[in-house]
């Protein structure tokens, strides 16, 4: 696969699950490493191991709900590395389970502004960027729910769907600008999140049993289908979702 060593990679939400499995798998791959979230600690742990290793990371505080956040962590990212090629836009919530005419308006809020908005915002500034250097590669992390539905997610299947719908959408406009965008769309991944959402071994004994391969996926599983996407190695593909599901989806 593609040496990524020159390269400037940011990820959202990358102190924890997929996001830092991305982060480290780039940072193997010999990528300068910018790293934007909520999670101080976390992600400062995640910049600490890649810097024990041998490579370059930051950390930068980042909240993708704000335009102004968002902003600056892409120019503290140039500021510190002169570029940026390839961004993970992955932060994002599961929110509120709960049939949609019992969800809150707080909480529809929250997730879509986290999921959706801060995709949006996060291409915004980096297409930008990208658009001065003569180009780029963005991974969107959708799901299996941005291709079909759950019940009592109503709110992070919209989310996921509107996703999908981004990365098309931008795909297509920045396609002649030497400017890939794709997504991936992972089923369930063994990350803090799921774990929040299965809390009881019967319900994740369910869960696994909906994946004709037998198991759920690794964060490290997703993280080399995103590192893929923005390698030379899939210069043909864009505007496209890599389902990650162990066969979820075809049930």
């Known amino acids: 696969m593609t040496d990524f060593r020159e390269k400037v990679v940011l990820i959202t939400g990358g102190s924890s699950g997929i996001g830092k499995a991305t982060a480290l798998a780039f940072a193997e791959k010999g ?10 600690k976390e992600s400062q742990e995640v910049v600490d191991k890649i810097q024990a290793h041998g ?12 335009a102004t956040d968002v902003e600056n962590l892409v120019n503290q990212t ?15 919530t ?7 005419i019992e969800q809150t308006e707080e909480a529809w809020d929250d997730v879509i502004d986290t ?20 180009g780029g590669v ?20 919209a989310s996921k769907h509107g996703v999908m719908g981004l990365t098309k959408a931008f795909a297509l406009e920045y396609a002649p600008h030497n400017i890939r965008v794709n997504a991936v769309c992972p089923a369930c ?39 893929w996407l923005c390698s030379s190695d899939s210069s043909f593909v864009t505007g496209h979702g890599l389902l990650l599901d162990g066969g979820f989806t075809t049930c």
Not at 203 to 226: Q, S, W
């Open 189 to 227: 991944i063994d990350t803090d999140m799921v774990r929040r959402g299965f809390n009881s071994p019967e319900i994740l004994d369910y869960m696994i049993k909906l994946h004709p391969i037998g198991r759920i996926g690794t964060p490290e599983e997703v993280a080399n289908a995103v590192v």
């Open 94 to 100: 599961e929110g509120m389970v709960a049939p949609g």
């Open 78 to 92: 140039v500021s510190s590395f002169g570029r940026l090629d390839c961004a993970f836009n992955n932060a994002g």
């Open 115 to 134: 999921n959706l908005k801060g995709v949006w915002l996060s291409m915004k500034y980096e297409i930008r960027q990208m658009l001065t250097q003569g």
């Open 55 to 66: 490579g370059e990371a930051m950390f930068v505080p980042t909240d993708v709900k704000k």
């Open 31 to 40: 990528a300068k490493v910018v790293i934007g979230s909520r999670r101080e």
């Open 138 to 157: 963005i991974v969107n992390n959708s799901s299996a729910a941005g291709v079909i539905a759950a019940a009592n997610l109503s709110s992070y299947v």
